[in-house]
């Protein structure tokens, strides 16, 4: 006001990347007036495939977004590590179907292999080796993802095109899947707008509580490197009634 230079920007007139990055942490800590997020659970998955066993968008669609729905919740994922950000696919960091390979044991598959090849935590783009192992239930995520890979076995696919392929030859991106994702939500009446794309690994931290896994299985599970998982889980009123009455007694 007293023509001074601007001390939040450079003489060059850009932001400065160090206080970009301390209002970047703030925001985080003190989070925001956007609406939460809702966990997607074990239960709710279990119905959303239900509904696209039935039909909704067809039968290659339902498949494939199932397939992404237990690779999701199963794998911990966030978005980004299993769509792309925009209709542009980049095999250099976006999941292939070269990605996705199969471990036999007596004649059947005992584990699923996903190559993430980049996440929000790898940094330096190691890479990291996701096990998936089959839960002989009707959310099973190795048996419907073996259904998805001979379906795009048959579409002659290379190893670098995009593992979720959709009908018109582009990748699933973020937005696509949110969209696809919300549609479903609404047909066994939830509300869409609560939920989002990280809603699968935050519903898959707070099953895993609530089905008591250890603390230590839970940080494995979602390849997390602090007790900072604690936040993603989501202690429901009826957990904290029993609380209550387990100090009562």
């Given amino acids: ?21 301390v209002l970047k942490g703030i925001h985080r800590v003190q989070g925001s007036s956007t609406r939460p997020r809702l966990p997607i659970t074990a239960d709710i998955l279990r119905r959303m495939c239900n509904i696209l066993n039935e039909g909704v968008f067809g039968p290659y669609v339902d498949l494939l977004l199932q ?20 209709h542009k696919f980049d095999p250099q960091h976006n999941l292939c179907f070269g990605d996705v390979t199969t471990t036999a ?16 935590t790898d940094q330096f783009r190691r890479g990291f080796n996701l096990r998936l192992f089959p839960t002989g239930t009707a959310i099973c995520p190795v048996s419907t993802l073996l259904r998805f890979m001979s379906v795009r076995q048959a579409m002659c696919p ?16 973020r937005n696509t899947f949110t969209t696809f994702l919300r549609t479903v939500l609404s047909r066994i009446g939830l509300r869409p707008d609560f939920f989002a794309g990280h809603s699968f690994r935050i519903g898959a ?17 979602g390849r997390w490197s602090s007790n900072c998982y604690r936040l993603y889980i989501r202690t429901s009123e009826t957990s904290l009634r029993h609380a209550f009455q387990r100090l009562a007694s």
């Fill in 158 to 173: 290379s190893a670098s095109e995009p593992f979720f392929l959709l009908p018109e030859r582009t990748s699933l991106d």
């Fill in 205 to 221: 931290a707070t099953s895993a509580a609530a089905s008591q896994i250890p603390d230590h299985l839970i940080q494995t599970l």
């Fill in 105 to 120: 044991s007596n004649g059947q598959v005992s584990c699923l292999s996903v190559r993430l090849k980049s996440s929000k």
């Fill in 1 to 21: 006001m007293n023509g001074h230079r601007n001390p939040l920007v450079s003489e060059y007139g850009q932001p400065h990347p160090r206080l970009k990055n």
């Fill in 67 to 86: 397939s992404a729905f237990l690779l999701a919740f199963f794998g911990f994922l966030r978005c980004s590590e299993f769509t792309s950000t925009t």
